[in-house]
C-alpha cells in the first residue's frame, strides 16, 4: 500500500528501530472460528466533543439489517469531532490483532527491550496476513487478556475485555473504543513510542491482497488506508461477525473509522455491509470539520 509522506518518515523510524520483519507465509482468518470454544500516561478517554449521531446518514444502510448487529464511530483527527452509530460490545475476531501488537510493543517498551527477530515475524505475519497461529503465539507472549487488559487501561480503551484463556477472537470491545485504539497508534499523545506507533502503521498499511477491504472502501485512496480487518463465523449459530478499522484519508485530510457488525449469513454479506456502512458514514464528513 502508499504511504502519505508523514508516513514514510515514521516508517523509516520504526525501520531503524525494529529492523525489517520476514513474512511466514499466507494465512488468514478462514481458522478464526479456532478462536471460539503498570504505569503511563493514556490518551483521552473519549474523543471530544460529544459524538454527533449517524442514524441519519446511515439510514439507507439500516432500513434492512434484519437482525443483524451494527455499531460505527468516525473521528476528524483535524477538529476533533466524531460521530457514532450504534452502540454495546462486538466480537472483535481480528481486529484485536492491533491491540495485541500495541500490548507487546507497550511491554516492551516497559523492559527497555526491542521485539525479538521472532516477535517481529509473528507482528508481520498477524497484521498483514492476519495469521491466527502468529496471533497465539504473541497473545502467551503479552499474558494473554490479563496483559491485554492492563495494557487498555493504558492506551485508553475503556470498553475492551480480552477473551477468556486462548480464545482471543471473541474479546468484546466497542466502536468507540476502536477509534481509541486507533488514537493510540497514531496520536502523539499515546503511550507508545513514536518508533512503536510507527512501527505498526507499517504493518497497516501493507494488508495482504484479498484482505484489503472494508473501511478503505470510503477513502479516496483505499491503498493509503492503515487498515486491519476481522471476520469469524461462530461455530453455534454458524453468523459471521465481520468488522473493520483503519485510519482513511478523504480531500488530503485524515479520519479513524470503526465499523463493527455481527449475525451475517455469509461473510461477503459481512463485507458488503461494513463497505456499504463505510461509504454512507463519511458522508457527514462536512458537519465533523
Known amino acids: 500500500m502508499v504511504w502519505t509522506a508523514a508516513g514514510a518518515a515514521l516508517l ?4 531503524a528501530t525494529y529492523g525489517a520483519a520476514s513474512s511466514q507465509g499466507e494465512s488468514g482468518d478462514s481458522a478464526e472460528a479456532k478462536n471460539e470454544a ?26 434492512d439489517l434484519a437482525g443483524r448487529g451494527l455499531s460505527v464511530a468516525l473521528l476528524d483527527t483535524a477538529s476533533g469531532k466524531w460521530a457514532t452509530y450504534g452502540g454495546g460490545a462486538f466480537d472483535t475476531a481480528s481486529i484485536v490483532k492491533v491491540d495485541i ?9 516497559d523492559a527497555e527491550r526491542e521485539l525479538t527477530a521472532k516477535e517481529q515475524a509473528y507482528a508481520t505475519d ?7 497461529d502468529a496471533t497465539s503465539a504473541l497473545w502467551t507472549v ?3 487478556a490479563t496483559g491485554l487488559d492492563a495494557a487498555n487501561k493504558r492506551l485508553g480503551l475503556i470498553e475492551t475485555q480480552g477473551g477468556g484463556g486462548t480464545v482471543w477472537g471473541v474479546s468484546r470491545t466497542t466502536a468507540a473504543d476502536q477509534i481509541r485504539l486507533l488514537r493510540s497508534v497514531f496520536d502523539a499523545t499515546s503511550p507508545l513510542t513514536p518508533e512503536s506507533r510507527a512501527y505498526i502503521q507499517k504493518l497497516m498499511h501493507h494488508i495482504a491482497p484479498g484482505q484489503d477491504w472494508g473501511v478503505s472502501a470510503a477513502a479516496d485512496d483505499p491503498a493509503a488506508t492503515a487498515l486491519k480487518n476481522g471476520w469469524l463465523e461462530r461455530s453455534l449459530t454458524k ?34 455491509l461494513v463497505e456499504e456502512a463505510s461509504r454512507a458514514a463519511v458522508t457527514e464528513i462536512a458537519a465533523l470539520r
Not at 493514556?42 to 442514524?55: G, I, M, V
Not at 501488537?101 to 517498551?109: D, F, G
Not at 470503526?258 to 455469509?266: D, E, K, R, S
Open 239 to 272: 453468523k459471521w461477525d465481520v468488522n473493520s478499522i483503519g485510519r482513511i484519508e478523504i480531500d488530503g485530510r485524515a479520519y479513524f473509522l470503526a465499523v463493527l457488525t455481527n449475525g451475517h449469513t455469509t461473510q461477503e454479506a459481512g463485507i458488503r
Open 126 to 132: 498477524m497484521i498483514e496476513n492476519s495469521d491466527n
Open 142 to 144: 503479552i499474558g494473554s
Open 12 to 15: 523509516a523510524v520504526a525501520v
Open 101 to 109: 501488537l500495541a500490548t507487546l510493543l507497550l511491554q516492551a517498551q
Open 38 to 63: 503498570s504505569s503511563g500516561v493514556a490518551p483521552t478517554a473519549s474523543p471530544t466533543p460529544a459524538p454527533a449521531d449517524l442514524a441519519p446518514a446511515l439510514a439507507a444502510v439500516t432500513s
